[in-house]
Nanobody, 124 residues
Framework: QVNLVESGGGLVQAGGSLRLSCVASGRTFSDFNMAWFRQAPGKEREFVAGLRWSGGGTSYSDSVRGRFTISRDNAKSTLYLQLNNLKPEDTAVYYC?????????????????WGQGTQVTVSS
């Protein structure tokens, strides 16, 4: 069991930046591969970025590659997502998620543990 709590969302103008954090508690954080997903109104939840328990094996969706950076600090049990050059289409609730196993998954149903989400709104 692991509990996840996101923070760092907010309202930002297009071209701006935000840094999201996800603090984990419960089971050892470094046991888990981690990911960020997002869900815009009326749309399905989609994969944004993920990485392995070690911090390696990063992967990104095509829509955010080159603008967003995922990282983790296992000593602080915290996952991060740096969002740069934000666009209005990045507006969504952002969720962190955790899974056991060898691979970083990109599908919602591969992740067992989820945070409550943090809202990111990008104005044009």
């Amino acid at each position: 069991q692991v509990n996840l709590v996101e923070s760092g969302g907010g309202l930002v103008q297009a071209g701006g930046s935000l840094r999201l954090s996800c603090v984990a508690s419960g089971r050892t954080f470094s046991d888990f591969n981690m990911a960020w997903f997002r869900q815009a109104p009326g749309k399905e939840r989609e994969f944004v970025a993920g990485l392995r328990w070690s911090g390696g094996g990063t992967s990104y969706s095509d829509s955010v590659r080159g603008r967003f950076t995922i990282s983790r600090d296992n000593a602080k049990s915290t996952l991060y997502l740096q969002l740069n050059n934000l666009k209005p289409e990045d507006t969504a609730v952002y969720y962190c998620a955790a899974k056991l196993g060898l691979l970083v998954g990109t599908e919602v149903n591969q992740y067992r543990y989820w945070g409550q989400g943090t809202q990111v709104t990008v104005s044009s």
